[in-house]
């Protein structure tokens, strides 16, 4: 893994931003898996403002790695927030926005979306493969929506899974980890005090971290870099850096 340790939330959004326009900016279709959470809404800010002009967004498609099962007017959805913060206020093609279905039968649109990626995404080997995967990770060490109480469903062999929150009950439709780590590149975005222990375990290979699901993220090609605030990265060892 390659760590990029930044001051602040703020510095995060825009080191990523830079790195995500380099990424996008190619002659090729761009598919790329979102996140939600605060620090991807800082993100979107900053492409919507800063390289809302200068990427092509005609070759970039957008996905989300989980949703919440909810209506997309809701302000729980992920997609709202994405519409919000970036695809409002950038010009991209309606068909280059490929929405989890959260108002839909979580189990039906499970298996919708999966179809949707396998007709979407270049595939690689038989297996649909993201250019980009954009990941949070929660104070549980959870990443997409698989929770370390379901850690079984990042070994599905379904590309997509519906997920429950451990305390809230909700629904979720996330993708599942083959998918993830059949990726191009799956970039982490991490930040704040309260990721610090977690952060520290999977990095340092410490404590629990087997039973993360945020430490299962391996892509095979190699290409996994954490974006980290100097609150997140504040239990790293020296070493790792």
């Known amino acids: ?39 991807p809404k800082i993100v979107f800010d900053v492409l919507a403002k800063e390289f809302g002009a200068s990427i092509d967004w005609k070759l970039v498609h957008f996905y989300w790695g989980d949703e919440r099962c909810v209506l997309p007017t809701d302000e729980e959805s992920n997609y709202k927030m994405t519409m919000e913060h970036l695809l409002s ?38 297996f ?17 929506s698989i929770f370390p109480h379901e850690i079984e469903l990042w070994g599905s062999e379904n590309l997509c899974a519906v997920a429950v929150h451990p305390e809230s009950g909700q629904k979720r439709i996330t993708i599942t980890g ?3 780590n059949h990726s191009k590149t799956v970039a982490f975005l991490v930040t704040g005090a309260s990721k610090e222990e977690k952060v520290g375990e999977i990095v340092n290979s410490e404590g629990a971290y087997e039973t993360y699901p945020a430490n299962l993220v391996s892509p095979t090609s190699g290409d996994l870099l954490w974006f980290l605030d100097e609150a997140a990265a504040a239990k790293i060892s020296e070493g790792q850096v």
Request: hydrophobic residues 35%; negative net charge.
């Open 89 to 126: 206020k950038i010009e991209i093609p309606e068909e280059n926005i490929h929405r989890i279905h959260g108002e839909s039968d979580p189990e039906a649109e499970s298996v919708r979306y999966a179809q949707v990626l396998k007709n979407e995404l270049p595939a690689l080997g038989g």
């Open 1 to 39: 893994m390659e760590l990029k340790i930044y001051q602040d939330k703020t510095e995060v959004a825009q080191e990523f931003s830079k790195y995500f326009a380099e990424k996008a900016n190619g002659s090729e279709p761009f598919h790329v898996a979102l996140s939600g959470g605060s620090t």
């Open 128 to 144: 649909p493969q993201f250019d980009l995967v954009i990941l949070g990770m929660g104070d549980d060490g959870h990443t997409a």
């Open 178 to 180: 083959n998918l993830i």
